[in-house]
Every structure is written in structure tokens, then in C-alpha cells.
Antibody, heavy 122, light 111 residues
Framework: QVQLQESGPGLVKPSQTLSLTCTVS??????????WSWIRQPAGKGLEWIGR???????NYMASLRSRVAMSIYTSKNQVSLNLRSVTAADTAVYYC??????????????WGRGTLVTVSS | QSVLTQPPSVSGAPGRRVTISCTGS?????????VHWYQQVPGTAPKLLIY???NRPSGVPDRFSGSKSGTSASLAITGLQADDDGYYYC???????????FGGGTKLTVL
């Protein structure tokens, strides 16, 4: 079955760039018409959608992060990436990669990775 | 503050029924965009529980059910079990934000 695995540095210094990779196994990242999303969760808090990318390269980002975020997709590697620039302590969170099902009246996340904790600290 | 409003906590005894509400607005649930529910056991990733208002993914017991009306939705859990303990999040799409949105989450305690 399809599985998602996040990877990347667990510690990032303030003002630097947070870079994470999501590797999809058990299926092609290009099949099924899915989008791929990043979602984060600060400790003890709720879920926050960051953005999504399609295998065509089309992206959509949360408005408040749009100036700092970029997502890319690498179909030959079955990977999607997240870059978040100029991080602060407020960006400390568990970051999840999730597969997104999209229709005219719905967006939802049917598969999730285990998540990776990123701490922003000097 | 979340765009979708959920009660912070609910509780119930084993075997009983609980409901969790999710209230939105005309730019999301009332637009109308579908509502989805996720279960999160602390320390683990969220898991899709209900999609498109009332549909259960394969493997989710029929003790879990969802409904939607107007600008609100509800998740009902019958026959409470100890391993239902955890957090539950509703989620939808908001057309004024152009974003997926989540409720603040509800902590379910099985007494």
C-alpha cells in the first residue's frame, strides 16, 4: 500500500530555511490525480494546512505563508519537497506530508505520513 | 482561532454515545463544501475517519458516523471504547481563504 515518509533536519536556526522531503512508496506520485500537501502541528495545538502541489507542478499555498513557502515535486524520485524561508520559533512544529483528494466540493487528506518534528532554535 | 469551531472536550462512559460538533460559515461548510473528520491519538499522525460528510474509509467501524446540515456538521461515536480516546478534528475548504481549514480539535475522554 502507499506510504508517505517525511525527512529532513530536526533543528533549524532562526532566519534560515526549513527544508523537508516527503517520499512516497508503494505507488506512483503521478497516478490517481492526487495532490500532495504539507500540514503542520505545533506542540499541543491544532492542524494547519500549509499548501499543496500537483504532479503538473501546480501549487496553492496558505495566504499567511505564501511569501515564505515553496513546494516542488520530483516525479522521477516519487518525492515532494517543502521549503520555508526565514523561519522563527513560531514555525516549530511537527510537519506532516499528506495525500490530498480533490473534487469540486471537497479537499481532504486520505493518507498521512508519520510526521517529523522541526524545532527552530539557535 | 480556528475558522471551524469545535468544543474543546467531550467525554463519555464506555458503551455510551457522544457527538462532536463543527460549526463553520457560508464560505466553507455552508458554501457548501464537504466536511471530513480525522482521529489523532497523541504522538501519532491524524487518520481519516469520515470523508465527504458521512462516508467511512475501509476499516473504520460503523460506530463512527458523520452528518452535515447548513453551516454545521457532527461526528457521532456510539459504543464508546477505551481506544477511542484521543483528539478529533473536522476539516473543510474555505473559498474566501482558498485553503483547507481545520477545526481546533476536540479531546475525547472515555471515562
Amino acid at each position: 500500500q502507499v506510504q508517505l515518509q517525511e525527512s529532513g533536519p530536526g533543528l533549524v536556526k532562526p532566519s534560515q530555511t526549513l527544508s523537508l522531503t516527503c517520499t512516497v512508496s508503494g505507488g506512483s506520485i503521478s497516478s490517481g490525480g492526487y495532490y500532495w500537501s504539507w500540514i503542520r502541528q505545533p506542540a499541543g495545538k491544532g492542524l494547519e494546512w500549509i499548501g499543496r502541489i500537483h504532479n503538473s507542478g501546480s501549487t496553492n499555498y496558505m495566504a499567511s505563508l505564501r511569501s515564505r513557502v515553496a513546494m516542488s515535486i520530483y516525479t522521477s524520485k516519487n518525492q515532494v519537497s517543502l521549503n520555508l524561508r526565514s523561519v522563527t520559533a513560531a514555525d516549530t512544529a511537527v510537519y506532516y506530508c499528506a495525500r490530498m483528494v480533490v473534487g469540486a466540493e471537497y479537499w481532504y487528506f486520505d493518507l498521512w505520513g508519520r510526521g517529523t518534528l522541526v524545532t527552530v532554535s539557535s | 482561532q480556528s475558522v471551524l469551531t469545535q468544543p474543546p472536550s467531550v467525554s463519555g462512559a464506555p458503551g455510551r454515545r457522544v457527538t462532536i460538533s463543527c460549526t463553520g460559515s457560508s464560505s466553507n461548510i455552508g458554501a457548501p463544501y464537504d466536511v471530513h473528520w480525522y482521529q489523532q491519538v497523541p504522538g501519532t499522525a491524524p487518520k481519516l475517519l469520515i470523508y465527504r460528510n458521512s462516508n467511512r474509509p475501509s476499516g473504520v467501524p460503523d460506530r463512527f458516523s458523520g452528518s452535515k446540515s447548513g453551516t454545521s456538521a457532527s461526528l457521532a461515536i456510539t459504543g464508546l471504547q477505551a481506544d477511542d480516546d484521543g483528539y478529533y478534528y473536522c476539516q473543510s475548504y474555505d473559498n474566501s481563504l482558498g485553503s483547507a481549514i481545520f477545526g481546533g480539535g476536540t479531546k475525547l475522554t472515555v471515562l
